[in-house]
């Protein structure tokens, strides 16, 4: 088996289910084709894919096939779905498709993330499925993956499988894309703490994780930053050594499919045929599966009160509602279905005549062919969804429409409304609104119809399904998603050639953090008070006259000042707000306001008092919590917490929320340590720079150095750092031998040293 699927590269697909299903006649196993949105649009990515990944990658699609299948026929059923339909089949027992599919799935995470928590229902025995079904993939996939292979992982059954596979296999690519919307983080919270952690970070397992908007990108990291206190910076999110993209890739049709069905003779045969049956009527239509979140009462109710305030259009139109079975024995659909034909049957009867019924349900899917047929001849697309990921049905009707007439009404609701805003737009909650657009839409003119429709389908030939896929895969390939590279350890030989390069330069500069590079942590930020050593250390430094030392501390002025006021070196406090060079007196790096100091001291205040062991540290331009002394969960968690209700609270106040080393911070923006280590740049003529820090404002300095700068990041992380130490102490030994050897060099004869260029 392996053999025959492992050529060099392959693009393996994995979402819940095949594009078949295996059903069973006579005993005997048939395989069926069943094409749902995500499988045409995957299929067209991949039989059209022109070389942008050279050389072209084979394709191998990793799912259920459906059904329960014996031990003995596994083997048979595997050889058949990989020669005819290029497929790997994950196999999973009836019991693993209750709890996991039926239950977590459709019973907790669907109605959750479409705004339904009153449906959702919280098992353990769901969850432990729903984790031991994303083993089960994980294991199965494992038999195929190459080293080189991508993996794009679809949808919500499976946001587990990321991390699974990351833990077995750290350097494959992997992507995932989920359907659905993703939910605010209050909904979003209503899952138990430990699924919550559990699903963010099995999703952080990717390289790249996709959404159909930007809103629901937004939210996703939003709740990684509550939930696990990850920041994301413009949709970069950083775990432990990699580096996780977050992007919004909405979801095209087949738009050049549904065009020429429409357009085809048969197209047209079958239009003439519907629309004869139909008569004089105006047809609205409006197709869905069958579930609560598209809307399918509320429509309804929205049609009736159009009936009802309209009454010139009784007799001369007709809704025909396509309703597909979905998710049959589920209570909550079983119940809707009822309701549904409940609603249809009381309008009918309420305004239907002899010669006239304004409702026809039709509850059975309609082949492919008749759906194209029905988009064509309709005059108005009721798309009205409660809550919907995308929404692919509104695109279709507008890909349909020939002539270029017909008008779509779409939800607000549906991620397909952020692409299509020429159509008429609604609250899929109010049947006023409803019925407005149904009577504004059913009266406009033909040319207002034309021109609102060929905009949108410029829009969506452009961005069609193969546009999608491949640009997910283009930025899940790209360079950029490479794994940031941490710090590499400074090897004797690298440090050799540093003391090498400090002993035959004329003029050095050190920019040196304080806390947790020159001074290991301590309980009380008070007790770090510098060593007698190191301030003897840096007094021999100072005296160099080639060198130029500069503390860049994010503490108070007050502070660095009592501590090092009485050296010969520059000194920057607060991050860069404070500057002071050897002989002058503190100066502030721009013009800054701390006026919102006074506003945003009390919430940090509150969580001082709530949370215990924390504290609130002041500065003239920056608050500080510090969380050091807490319980280290509970204290992360309010940390989290705090940082995102100061992000959202500060939206529009000039300050930055910085999550350190055990403390959220709150800062004047356009201050950090960049700006203040550029100030000793600017000044030129160094021949040797060095800089050592700890965390992420020292990485502002990183940033801004000459190729040629030693930087150091004091413990092994991601960094811009070219090099990296485990602790204070070995910062220390490494600055002490740089002081040794310039004053033994200092001995030494000029003529004797080497010329440095
Ligand atoms: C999920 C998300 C997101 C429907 N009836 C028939 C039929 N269909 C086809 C439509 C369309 C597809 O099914 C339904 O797609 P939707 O996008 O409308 O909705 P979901 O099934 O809920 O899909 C959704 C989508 O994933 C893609 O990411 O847009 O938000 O919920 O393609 O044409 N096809 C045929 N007969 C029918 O009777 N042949």
Request: hydrophobic share 45%; with cysteine.
């Given at each position: 088996m392996k053999e025959a699927i492992a050529p060099a590269r392959k693009i393996i697909v994995v979402s819940n289910r095949l594009p078949f299903t295996i059903e069973r006649e006579n005993g005997a196993i048939q395989?069926?084709?069943?094409?749902?949105?995500?499988?045409?649009?995957?299929?067209?990515?991949?039989?059209?894919?022109?070389?942008?990944?050279?050389?072209?990658?084979?394709?191998?699609?990793?799912?259920?096939?459906?059904?329960?299948?014996?031990?003995?026929?596994?083997?048979?059923?595997?050889?058949?779905?990989l020669s005819e339909f290029r497929s790997h089949a994950v196999f999973l027992s009836e019991q693993d498709f209750d709890n996991f599919y039926e239950g977590f799935c459709n019973k907790t995470i669907w109605p959750l993330f479409h705004y339904f928590p009153q449906n959702a229902t919280y098992d353990e025995n769901y969850w432990r499925q729903y984790v031991r079904v994303n083993e089960v993939f994980a294991e199965s996939l494992l038999e195929v993956v190459g080293p080189e292979d991508i993996l794009w992982v679809h949808d919500y059954h499976l946001m587990l499988l990321p991390e699974l596979l990351r833990k077995q296999r750290p350097h494959l690519k992997i992507g995932f894309f989920l359907h659905i919307p993703f939910p605010q983080f209050e909904i979003y919270r209503l899952l138990p703490a430990r699924w919550r952690r559990?699903?963010?970070e099995g999703l952080l397992g990717a390289d790249l994780v996709g959404f159909h908007t930007h809103d629901y990108m937004e939210y996703f990291l939003r709740c990684v930053q509550r939930v696990i206190g990850f920041k994301h910076s413009v949709g970069h999110v950083r775990v432990g050594s990699r580096g996780v993209r977050v992007g919004a890739f909405p979801m095209g049709i087949d738009f050049k499919k549904f065009n020429a069905a429409a357009r085809s003779p048969e197209g047209t045969k079958k239009k003439e045929e519907l629309k004869k049956s139909f008569g004089e009527n105006k047809v609205i239509v409006s197709v869905d599966r069958q579930d609560y979140s598209k809307g399918i009462l509320h429509r309804l109710q929205g049609f009736e009160a159009m009936l009802e305030r309209a009454p010139e259009w009784h007799h001369r139109v007709i809704l025909l509602m396509i309703v597909v079975p979905s998710r049959i024995g589920i209570q909550d659909y079983e119940g809707m279905k009822q309701r549904i034909e409940e609603l249809v049957g009381k309008i009918n009867?309420?305004?239907?005549?002899?010669?006239?019924?304004?409702?026809?349900?039709?509850?059975?899917?309609?082949?492919?062919?008749?759906?194209?047929?029905?988009?064509?001849?309709?005059?108005?697309?009721?798309?009205?969804?409660?809550?919907?990921?995308?929404?692919?049905?509104?695109?279709?009707?507008?890909?349909?429409?020939?002539?270029?007439?017909?008008?779509?009404?779409?939800?607000?609701?549906?991620?397909?409304?952020?692409?299509?805003?020429?159509?008429?737009?609604?609250?899929?909650?109010?049947?006023?609104?409803?019925a407005d657009a149904l009577k504004t839409a059913l009266e406009m003119p033909a040319r207002e119809q034309i021109r609102r429709n060929r905009v949108m389908q410029n829009r969506l030939r452009r961005a069609d399904v193969a546009h999608w896929a491949m640009d997910f895969i283009r930025e899940l390939v790209s360079k950029e998603s490479a794994e940031t590279a941490e710090a590499r350890p400074l090897t004797p030989a690298a440090r050799a050639g540093i003391l090498r390069h400090y002993q035959r330069?004329?003029?050095?500069?050190?920019?040196?953090?304080?806390?947790?590079?020159?001074?290991?942590?301590?309980?009380?930020?008070?007790?770090?008070?510098?060593?007698?050593?190191?301030?003897?250390?840096?007094?021999?430094?100072?005296?160099?006259?080639?060198?130029?030392?500069?503390?860049?501390?994010?503490?108070s002025r007050a502070t660095i000042e009592e501590w090092f006021g009485g050296l010969s070196i520059g000194l920057v406090a607060e991050h860069g707000a404070w500057m002071r060079?050897?002989?002058?007196?503190?100066e502030l790096i721009k013009p800054v306001s701390a006026s919102w100091k006074a506003k945003l001291l009390p919430m940090l205040k509150a969580y001082a008092d709530r949370v215990p062991g924390t504290s609130v540290e002041e500065k003239e331009f920056s608050i500080v919590w510090h969380y050091r002394n807490a319980a280290p969960e509970r204290g992360a968690h309010a940390a989290s917490e705090l940082s995102d209700d100061l992000l959202a609270f500060t939206a529009n106040i000039d300050v930055h929320v910085v999550q350190a080393n055990k403390s959220v911070e709150v800062r004047s923006a356009g201050i950090h340590k960049g700006v203040a280590a550029a100030h000793w740049l600017g000044q030129g003529g160094f021949d040797f720079v060095l800089a050592a820090g700890d965390d992420r404002s020292d990485e502002d300095i990183f940033g801004i150095l000459p190729e040629r700068a030693y930087s150091i990041r004091v413990g092994q992380r991601p960094s811009r750092a070219r090099?990296?130490?485990?602790?204070?102490?070995?910062?220390?030994?490494?600055?002490?031998?740089?002081?040794?050897?310039?004053?033994?060099?200092?001995?030494?004869?000029p003529a004797d040293r080497p010329i440095y260029h």
């Open positions: 395989f069926k084709a069943s094409a749902g949105g995500v499988a045409t649009g995957l299929k067209s990515l991949l039989d059209g894919m022109q070389g942008f990944l050279v050389p072209r990658p084979e394709y191998l699609w990793v799912g259920w096939p459906g059904g329960a299948v014996a031990a003995d026929e596994r083997a048979q059923i595997q050889a058949r779905a559990a699903l963010l009867g309420r305004f239907g005549a002899i010669d006239w019924v304004p409702i026809i349900y039709h509850y059975r899917s309609v082949p492919f062919e008749t759906l194209a047929a029905v988009y064509s001849m309709s005059d108005v697309a009721l798309v009205t969804p409660l809550r919907d990921g995308m929404n692919l049905v509104a695109k279709e009707y507008i890909a349909c429409r020939g002539d270029g007439t017909g008008v779509l009404i779409l939800s607000e609701m549906a991620g397909a409304a952020k692409e299509l805003a020429e159509a008429l737009i609604v609250n899929p909650n109010h049947r006023d609104e409803i330069s004329s003029r050095r500069l050190l920019l040196l953090d304080y806390d947790g590079t020159l001074a290991p942590f301590v309980s009380q930020p008070a007790l770090a008070r510098p060593s007698a050593e190191l301030l003897e250390l840096l007094r021999r430094l100072a005296a160099d006259p080639r060198n130029e030392i500069a503390l860049v501390s994010g503490r060079d050897v002989g002058k007196p503190w090099f990296s130490l485990p602790a204070p102490a070995d910062v220390l030994e490494l600055i002490s031998r740089l002081a040794n050897r310039g004053e033994r060099e200092a001995l030494t004869p």
